[in-house]
């Protein structure tokens, strides 16, 4: 039956109040059916709201020359003039060359070991011992960086150190590893492979849990050994959790931590101890430069976000998934 051109918009009204009746209804079936799960993200939600967005506002003040006194309204506006200051400074390419420079040891050589720890402690098949030494290795990533430090003090002290000590009593000299710049990076590396390294190891041990066990079964029956089934079974298996750790951690390239750089740093090890963050706490906290400080945090950002862009698209390109 033909319909009359002056009863089209009246059918096509009718339609999309049908089309909204219907999106209405779905939400509240949703809503209902899943409303408690909804109300335990409520807390979550107003977390990430109150001290991850709205101190996004404060960002402002890199643009400024601000004031305490003066606040975010009326502080003169500078535009650009504390990021030209930041990379026509002198420090700039110091304090990028050790930033990266500790974050490319810790890529390297920590990042691997989680791997490494989970697959060995997988290979474990007494229960107990294995428990045990999860048990060990979890624990120094319950402890501060100032007690981490505490104990490298004691370890490596030139006078009261327990490793000179040793040397001394086997003949040898002493050797300044606290004042030494070719051994403070080092240092740091294996602090944070004694801490983090066990900690690291629960994503890839949940994720080597939930392999099938019967491709290890079959790769048995068909004369694969225990290094073979680890190279084509298991590494391929938790693959894409390597990629997207590894992408995140790149996206981290920028932060060293403040904590452990700033307790471990002297005079000696100056030329090679400064970082973004230390030089942030520095001129931002005790020198007050506060617009000068939030534009360095911004450009941290900037370098993380585009470093995270790059390795997702690299990522993609080699057919994995990225995180995004």
């Known amino acids: 039956m033909a319909v009359n051109k002056t009863e089209e918009p009246a059918l096509i009204r009718g339609r999309g109040l049908d089309s909204r009746h219907k999106k209405k209804s779905v939400w509240l079936y949703v809503w209902k059916r899943d409303k408690y799960l909804y109300l335990l993200a409520v807390p979550g939600i107003l977390f990430f709201l109150l001290f991850k967005y709205v101190p996004l506002w404060g960002i402002s003040i890199a643009f400024q020359d601000y004031s305490p006194y003066q606040g975010?309204?009326?502080?003169?506006?500078?535009?650009?003039?504390?990021?030209?200051?930041?990379?026509?400074?002198?420090?700039?390419?110091?304090?990028?060359?050790?930033?990266?420079a500790i974050s490319l040891m810790n890529l390297f050589f920590y990042f691997p070991l989680p791997i490494l720890l989970s697959i060995l402690l997988t290979e474990l098949k007494n229960e107990v011992f294995k428990k045990t030494i999860q048990t060990i290795i979890y624990m120094p990533h319950f402890l501060s960086w100032v007690i981490i430090a505490g104990i490298t003090f004691l370890l490596l002290s030139q006078s009261e150190g327990v490793v000179n000590k040793m040397l001394i009593a086997a003949g040898l000299h002493k050797i300044d590893f606290l004042t030494s710049p070719t051994l403070f990076w080092p240092i740091l590396t294996l602090q944070t492979i004694w801490k983090d390294a066990g900690w690291g190891t629960i994503l890839f041990l949940a994720a080597i849990a939930g392999i099938d066990p019967q491709l290890y079964e079959a790769a048995k029956m068909d004369g694969a050994g225990r290094f073979r089934q680890i190279w084509h079974i298991t590494l391929p298996s938790i693959r894409n959790v390597i990629v997207i750790l590894l992408i995140l951690r790149i996206g981290h390239m920028m932060d060293v931590g403040f904590e452990q750089v700033l307790l471990m740093a002297n005079g000696a090890v100056s030329d090679v101890a400064d970082v973004f963050d230390t030089y942030v706490f520095r001129v931002g906290i005790q020198q007050g430069e506060f617009s000068y400080s939030?534009?360095?945090?911004i450009f941290k950002s900037v370098i993380g976000l585009i470093l995270v862009v790059i390795a997702n698209k690299l990522a993609k390109k080699l057919g994995e998934e990225g995180v995004y």
């Open 72 to 100: 975010f309204f009326k502080s003169p506006w500078v535009g650009l003039d504390n990021f030209n200051r930041f990379f026509a400074n002198p420090d700039f390419f110091h304090l990028f060359r050790n930033t990266i």
């Open 294 to 297: 939030t534009a360095i945090g």
